[in-house]
């Protein structure tokens, strides 16, 4: 099925306002939601609630995009940087329908502590799925990435961006693999 919409969530302590997500919007030929959580909305310094309520949050918006689209779920497209992310990753894991995934800046582990994790989901996921990351990522290194990637089913692409971090500074480079990655989905 081609994807007919897209759904981007933001990391940690990001929004909707993220310069990629504005490109990848006015690049998409399909309409893009760039959602902030709740959380976000209530105060711009809180921190994110447990990922589990995050989790939630995603498939009530992913319900509620899709119904007034007049599209099915499984049409959609979802996927965030980092934390949100993560959390999409999570709820397409758990059984969330979707087309594919897109992940920016996975997440892998928290800096500095590679013994923490946060993989174990991903060999469940059943869905194209496109990752995103910088090569000095403290988030996780190209290598890990790479490793844990292959643990997915389902067809993956994978593009490591050179010298650059978390909060990779070619915009137009990551929009560019998005959109051109979304429209190849049939």
Do not use: C
């Amino acid at each position: 099925m081609k994807p007919r919409g897209m759904i981007l969530f933001h990391g940690a302590g990001g929004n909707r306002e993220h310069p990629v997500f504005l490109e990848i919007e006015r690049l998409s030929k399909i309409p893009v939601l760039r959602h902030n959580f709740s959380y976000r909305q209530a105060s711009a310094k809180r921190p994110p609630p447990k990922i589990e309520k995050i989790v939630e949050e995603i498939v009530q918006v992913s319900i509620r995009f899709a119904e007034a689209n007049g599209i099915p779920q499984s049409s959609l497209v979802l996927g965030g940087r980092s934390f949100g992310g993560r959390a999409a990753s999570m709820a397409i894991a758990e059984g969330l329908p979707s087309r594919a995934l897109v992940l920016l800046s996975y997440p892998l582990h928290p800096p500095g502590k590679i013994e923490s994790l946060r993989v174990n989901h991903l060999h469940r996921i059943r869905r194209p799925t496109i990752f995103i990351s910088g090569d000095s990522d403290p988030f996780g290194s190209p290598e890990l990435l790479e490793q844990y990637a292959r643990t997915i089913p389902s067809k993956v692409e994978l593009h490591i961006l050179e010298r650059q971090n978390h909060n990779p500074k070619e915009i137009d480079v990551v929009a560019g693999f998005v959109t051109k990655w979304v429209q190849t989905l049939r």
